[in-house]
């Protein structure tokens, strides 16, 4: 174990659980510091969500926008696979492109599809016309993580958003896109329009995961969903200096930042590098291999393939502890699917999982 000076959170309201000590200790918190904790800590991204059947039952005739705006709904589906997995953390229940949606923004997410928006953002007109997020409108967010966080107590929450590259992707494409070519040919063809949309869309995230964070949630977690489709030069130069912005806006709050992204493994080091405290790996390289390459000293977070949650337990069990025996190459090691969990999977597998890392 070894010994890790806790940032300043001085700038915390008093009554924050990492302020007043309720999660300081928290096996997640020490993780992503760099310390390594007695007891593996896991906890599953989309974790919260379709697999659950009490997810299905309580999101009957809702839209997942709406779900997400209430403040008493997005905190139940947020507690309630801390409650059956017994997971040493939560992760507040959102989605991507909710911040968009309160800065005004036209967009609906379609069942079998994704966000999608009502028009392109596509040329400078169209980025003029984006509005600043206003932050009265981050109240229902506040409120949904207030609730939650009185009611995990100990167990830390991890506050949520997408980074900037993959909400700049969702406007440009004006939904989900395979190779986000539209996208990538603006950050080149129009260099001043791509850094306007940019720096909107680091400050509208930032200023989301900053609610999270000033109401309760012990960590954040930036999410870049696309970031596998750019090339090393690409992401340093054109993506990486709005993903530091958006993640400046939590910096001087003391909380562990974690950054995860699909399909990353040709940037992890510039990853890190934008002002992060833990890298999340997907399920394309060994733990062992990221950690090489994030130099040795990063805490890392996963990486367990989604795909094996339905294989036979024997598969899965001998495959989480391959990945937790890789993982203690790194100085600490938060264990975690290598992306988010299918709709399809069987949630008492998640709940062995959980109980085998315990032993671990």
């Known amino acids: 174990m070894r010994h890790v000076i806790a940032p300043d959170v001085s700038a915390l309201p008093a009554t924050h659980p990492l302020a007043d000590g309720r999660t300081a200790s928290s096996r997640l918190v020490r993780a992503l510091r760099g310390d390594r904790p007695e007891t593996l ?18 999101r009957v005739s809702t839209k997942m926008l709406d779900a997400c705006l209430d403040p008493a709904l997005s905190s139940e589906i947020t507690l309630q696979p801390v409650r059956r997995h017994g997971v040493d953390a939560g992760i507040f229940f959102s989605d991507i492109v909710v911040p968009v949606k309160l800065a005004g923004v036209g967009v609906d997410i379609v069942p079998g599809r994704g966000p999608v928006l009502e028009a392109p953002v ?61 996208a990538r040919t603006l950050m080149h063809s129009d260099p001043e329009t791509w850094d306007a949309l940019m720096i909107w869309a680091a400050d509208t995230t930032g200023a989301f995961l900053r609610a999270q964070i000033l109401a309760g ?28 912005r958006a993640l400046a806006h939590i910096e001087d709050l003391g909380v562990p930042r974690i950054h ?98 315990h032993t671990l």
Do not use: C
């Open 122 to 182: 596509r040329t400078r007109d169209d980025v003029a016309r984006l509005e600043p997020l206003d932050p009265a409108a981050l109240e229902p967010i506040a409120d949904g993580v207030a609730l939650t966080v009185a009611e995990l107590g100990e167990t830390p929450l991890i506050g949520f958003a997408g980074a900037p590259f993959t909400l700049a992707a969702y406007l440009v494409e004006g939904g989900p896109s395979k190779d986000h070519i539209r």
């Open 217 to 244: 949630a012990s960590a954040g977690q930036l999410f870049d969903s696309w970031v596998g489709s750019l090339s090393l030069r690409d992401y340093t130069e054109l993506v990486a200096p709005y993903s530091a």
């Open 41 to 58: 800590p896991v906890w599953f991204m989309r974790q919260a969500g379709r697999s659950l059947p009490e997810y299905r039952a309580l």
């Open 260 to 357: 995860f992204g699909v399909g990353s493994g040709e940037v992890l080091a510039a990853m890190r590098d934008v002002g992060t405290d833990a890298v999340g790996i997907d399920w394309r390289i060994p733990l062992d291999e990221a950690s090489r390459r994030l130099g040795g000293a990063t805490p890392v977070q996963g990486n367990i393939d989604p795909a094996l949650l339905q294989a036979p337990w024997d598969v899965l069990e001998a495959h989480v502890r391959d990945v937790v025996d890789r993982g203690r190459a790194a100085p600490a090691h938060v264990l975690n699917l290598g992306h988010g969990v299918n709709p399809d999977t069987d949630p008492t597998v998640l709940t062995r999982i959980v109980e085998l890392a």
